[in-house]
């Protein structure tokens, strides 16, 4: 155990978790001057938007991204951090026929969205329908963004503005007892007590009982699955669609094609793609479910009849687990020694953290 004193800070922000929003927080707190640490209990960098590798290919997305529209956000992205942001052009909407036909229509059109009004499950009265329409016609698209280098390039360049202004990442970590004292937050972290001045907390933080002299807070913990599966494809069919929604379907919420993100983009003689698939919260893993999602893929016309599975994957996503009421509890209850940030909404986080830079 490493012996603190009360009067020094080993760091003066602590982050718990290393996820984008995180990482551009604590790159502000370290522009002006502070000394940050980060800790992670995962051993690869960036949370949520980590990458992972698949039959020897990496920079493969760990599950479906994209940014949601915000002006401020996409300028900040694009002027202050020089990211290469651009509109999701090849997003369509997929409506069922019958069982094996869909029809697709642009993502953000007019008749789209009118049309994933109309297929809605949610029943509604006529009022409520009107409202609904009349709503989508006001309203402006609601275009989504990513980046061209994928989550791979995002990551790459806020690692290395965090090694410009020396911010500490301590990765394989978990941050297992917190005391807030009169001066100080002390963490014990892998059995080394460190001395902070302030503890940076988002959505996602894993938390024990917070303690202090006065009281201690358990926050409890929620959990949301969001399953992920990957399927790596052997295809030659050549499709100008990248990103599927798919309207009332009991198993898939959305499909990306992440190829152009991975180390494929450099050489694919194989003829190869990668499919990122968001399953319904209810979906769990079995034997016959990438022969399931492949027969999908081919239903809506993403692959041909003739492609075979390479490599397939089931991972258990959970959202954030903690809630804002979580966050400003933390915060009324230990006031200045915590520093809340919503990192849940990721365009919105961005815009909050735009205005401080």
Request: net charge positive; with cysteine; glycine share 4%.
């Amino acid at each position: 155990m490493k012996k603190v004193t009360e009067t020094h800070h080993d760091y003066d922000f602590l982050c718990i978790g290393t996820s984008s929003l995180m990482a551009l927080e604590a790159i502000f707190l370290a522009r002006n001057g502070a000394k940050v640490i980060m800790i992670d209990k995962d051993e690869a960098f960036g949370g949520a938007w980590k990458t992972i590798e698949m039959a020897g290919i990496k920079d493969v997305e760990n599950a479906i991204h994209y940014f949601l529209p915000n002006k401020k956000a996409i300028e900040f992205m694009r002027n202050k951090m020089k990211w290469p942001v651009e509109k999701c052009y090849s997003k369509y909407r997929y409506f069922p026929l019958t069982q094996n036909f869909y029809f697709r229509l642009p993502y953000d059109s007019l008749v789209g969205r009118i049309t994933k009004e109309i297929f809605s499950p949610t029943r509604k009265t006529s009022i409520m329908y009107f409202k609904n329409l009349l709503n989508i016609l006001i309203s402006s698209k609601n275009t989504s963004f990513y980046l061209s280098s994928g989550a791979a390039g995002m990551l790459l360049d806020l690692q290395r503005l965090l090694r410009q202004f020396g911010v500490v990442i301590q990765k394989n970590s978990a941050v297992t007892d917190i005391f807030f004292d009169k001066d100080s937050v002390r963490c014990k972290v892998n059995n080394l007590e460190i001395s902070v001045g302030k503890l940076v907390i988002g959505h996602g933080a894993r938390l024990p009982v917070l303690r202090s002299l006065e009281k201690n807070l358990q926050i409890e913990e929620k959990f949301y699955p969001r399953p992920a599966y990957h399927l790596i494809i052997q295809d030659d069919k050549r499709t100008n669609a990248l990103e599927a929604v798919l309207h009332s379907d009991p198993v898939i919420k959305y499909i990306h094609d992440v190829t152009r993100f991975t180390t494929l983009s450099n050489v694919n003689e194989e003829g190869w793609k990668i499919f990122v698939f968001a399953l319904q919260s209810h979906v769990t893993n079995n034997d016959g479910l990438a022969q399931k999602l492949k027969e999908k893929l081919i239903a809506i016309s993403l692959i041909s009849s003739s492609a075979t599975i390479i490599e397939s994957r089931y991972t258990e996503v959970f959202l954030p687990t903690l809630h804002d009421s979580d966050l400003q509890l933390i915060k009324q209850t230990f006031g200045d020694q915590t520093h809340v940030i919503k990192t849940e909404n990721f365009s919105a986080g961005v815009e909050n953290i735009a205005k401080k830079w």
